[in-house]
């Protein structure tokens, strides 16, 4: 195998590394946005069953006090028809005194459903309190989870690139450039192989003489159809498939 090939498939394992392990870096941030909206929207969820459980509170408090105003207006009533002496005035507040009774009732009525309410939702909040913890838990451990596969691939980066530049250095740099050139075209499949006669990155068959060059391993060639680096090794059946 021609060493400037050797070189290149050095470089490349290395690019394609460096790449795997920056990808995996670069994913960890929105992972753990991700993990983090999980959390938030339990806690969400949470405090929106006890902002209604509140509101009811109030509304029931309100209507407490509403009962409170019309047994007060009864008793006011009630004290006005022992002083009057006229029979009209006598049974307008007897109408005043059933009309409070009457809303006295229905006021205690809904107070009655807003109790149920509130107990039934006193459990969905009993129900949201453990689903909030036990995502809480989960979430935190996941993140401690990944900042343990940060550092480990931190670690690999730092040591991927301890020698890069000496990589870079041992190929020609008229083959570097037309490999760079070829990887930002191409991806990660710049220097490929010719199992079966084909071109190990575009999949199309080779003509004969390419193939007859690739075995020579005197110079560099190319794929005629997408342009990568061809090579061959020893252990490829050239044979075409079926």
């Given at each position: 195998?021609?060493?400037?090939?050797?070189?290149?498939?050095?470089?490349?394992?290395?690019?394609?590394?460096l790449?795997?392990?920056?990808?995996?870096?670069?994913?960890?941030?929105?992972?753990?946005?991700?993990?983090?909206?999980?959390?938030?929207a339990?806690?969400?969820?949470?405090?929106?069953?006890k902002?209604?459980?509140?509101?009811?509170?109030?509304?029931?408090?309100?209507?407490?006090?509403?009962?409170?105003g019309?047994?007060?207006?009864?008793?006011?009533?009630?004290?006005?028809?022992?002083?009057?002496?006229?029979?009209?005035?006598?049974?307008?507040?007897?109408?005043?005194?059933?009309?409070?009774?009457?809303?006295?009732?229905?006021?205690?009525?809904?107070?009655?459903?807003?109790?149920?309410?509130?107990?039934?939702?006193?459990?969905?909040?009993?129900?949201?309190?453990?689903?909030?913890?036990?995502?809480?838990?989960?979430?935190?451990?996941?993140?401690?989870?990944?900042?343990?596969?940060?550092?480990?691939?931190?670690?690999?980066?730092?040591?991927?690139?301890?020698n890069?530049?000496?990589?870079?250095?041992?190929?020609?740099?008229?083959?570097?450039?037309?490999?760079?050139?070829?990887?930002?075209?191409?991806?990660?499949?710049?220097v490929?192989?010719?199992?079966?006669?084909?071109?190990?990155?575009?999949h199309?068959?080779?003509?004969?003489?390419?193939?007859?060059?690739?075995?020579?391993?005197?110079?560099?060639?190319?794929?005629?159809?997408?342009?990568?680096?061809?090579?061959?090794?020893?252990?490829?059946?050239?044979?075409?498939?079926?």
């Amino acid at each position: 195998m021609l060493e400037a090939i050797e070189k290149l498939l050095v470089l490349q394992d290395r690019d394609r590394q460096l790449l795997r392990v920056r990808s995996e870096l670069n994913g960890l941030g929105p992972e753990r946005q991700s993990l983090q909206t999980r959390a938030d929207a339990a806690h969400t969820a949470l405090e929106a069953v006890k902002l209604k459980v509140k509101q009811i509170e109030s509304e029931r408090k309100r209507l407490e006090l509403e009962v409170e105003g019309k047994k007060q207006q009864i008793e006011k009533y009630s004290l006005q028809q022992f002083q009057t002496k006229k029979n009209d005035e006598y049974r307008a507040l007897a109408h005043e005194i059933d009309t409070c009774k009457a809303a006295i009732f229905e006021l205690e009525n809904q107070e009655l459903e807003l109790m149920e309410q509130a107990e039934q939702l006193q459990k969905q909040v009993a129900a949201a309190t453990q689903a909030a913890q036990e995502m809480k838990k989960l979430v935190e451990g996941k993140l401690v989870e990944l900042s343990a596969r940060e550092g480990n691939l931190k670690k690999q980066l730092a040591e991927l690139e301890a020698n890069y530049d000496e990589l870079l250095g041992g190929v020609e740099s008229g083959v570097l450039a037309r490999y760079q050139r070829l990887r930002k075209q191409r991806g990660e499949r710049t220097v490929v192989g010719i199992e079966h006669s084909v071109c190990g990155g575009c999949h199309m068959k080779l003509p004969t003489h390419i193939v007859i060059s690739c075995q020579g391993q005197q110079d560099l060639v190319t794929c005629p159809n997408c342009g990568r680096i061809l090579y061959y090794a020893r252990h490829m059946d050239l044979a075409v498939a079926e």
